[in-house]
């Protein structure tokens, strides 16, 4: 479902040439002319880009154009997330953003920071609701806490790559367009989402000791209700407590017997092993020295 672009609602949507007063950015984003990048492929980046317009539609879709590459073919990490939230322009650690924070998220993660936790693969998008309280859970990807989620394979995809969030009558829906034949895949849909009106959109990517490329095309938010006068029936929904009556069931905690110990290593922790381990050779070494020494000094007072 494309939207007829006459609904498309302006103050909430980024597009070239990005320079929109309506829209905020900070941390590690860089703006050219063909993108906006929230991270470069360096480790320990954090970016974001913020509607300062709250959202006061009831019902709205948001399309993203999206782009995430890297140098990286095995180990890259660690994904971008879109915001519909109270808070903004607060960094974090949940992909750039603030932990606890309050309203919706859809997290595209590319890297699985714990295999054993959840039963799927990666790149992984999902959905979180947050009235505020609960923490995501970065080592165990947010797994106890998810609303629902796919697979999908957008990472250096050859076709441009497309993620649409639909709310609508309290129904959140997912859907991808990631292998350039224009067409709306879905990912998710749940019910009974509960979202105020008076939110913030925005967008934050992260990298950590793996990295990535993590821009945004444009963002275009769309208005689905058709244009209809706000009724007494709508009145205020700005005061509605973020909640969801559905949650992925949790699982328990199991550690990835395919990820060693050093192969999680990166950067500065990897030469703090090799250092280490270079000292401990050196040692033995020194030590080896000495005892050969005592045995030969031994060896020549028998002469005598
Ligand atoms: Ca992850």
Redesign the pocket.
């Known amino acids: 479902m494309r939207c007829d672009n006459s609904y498309q609602v302006r103050e909430h949507s980024l597009i070239k040439p990005y320079n929109d007063d309506r829209w905020d950015f900070t941390g590690s984003t860089i703006i050219s002319s063909t993108a906006v990048r929230l991270t470069s492929d360096y480790q320990g980046q954090r970016g974001a880009i913020w509607n300062n317009i709250p959202c006061r539609l009831r019902n709205w879709e948001m399309h993203v154009h999206f782009k995430v590459d890297g140098k990286g073919s095995e180990l890259f990490?660690?994904?971008f997330a879109i915001w519909y939230t109270k808070e903004k322009m607060e960094m974090g650690p949940v992909f750039g953003n603030r932990d606890k924070f309050t309203g919706l998220a859809i997290f595209f993660?590319?890297?699985?920071?714990q295999n054993g936790a959840h039963n799927h693969g990666?790149p992984y998008v999902s959905a979180m609701i947050n009235n505020g309280t609960l923490s995501y859970d970065?080592d165990r990807?947010g797994t106890h806490t998810e609303l629902s989620g796919c697979e999908s394979n957008f990472r250096k995809s050859r076709f441009e790559t497309f993620a649409a969030i639909r709310y609508e009558k309290n129904k959140l829906t997912v859907s991808l367009d990631i292998s350039g034949r224009n067409e709306w895949k879905l990912c998710f849909t749940t019910s009974n989402v509960h979202l105020p009106t008076e939110y913030f959109f925005g967008a934050t990517a992260a990298t950590g000791d793996l990295s990535d490329n993590h821009e945004i095309m444009s963002i275009k938010v769309f208005d689905i209700s058709e244009g209809k006068v706000v009724t007494e029936d709508d009145a205020d929904y700005s005061n509605v407590v973020p909640n969801a009556e559905y949650f992925a069931p949790p699982r328990d905690h199991v550690d990835d017997p395919k990820l060693s110990t050093l192969s999680r290593l990166t950067g500065w922790k990897l030469v703090g092993v090799f250092v280490l381990a270079a000292v401990g050779i050196i040692v033995c070494l020194m030590i080896g020295y000495i005892l050969f020494n005592k045995t030969q000094q031994t060896s020549r007072k028998r002469l005598y």
């Open positions: 990490g660690d994904g993660d590319t890297y699985a920071n990666h970065h990807d």
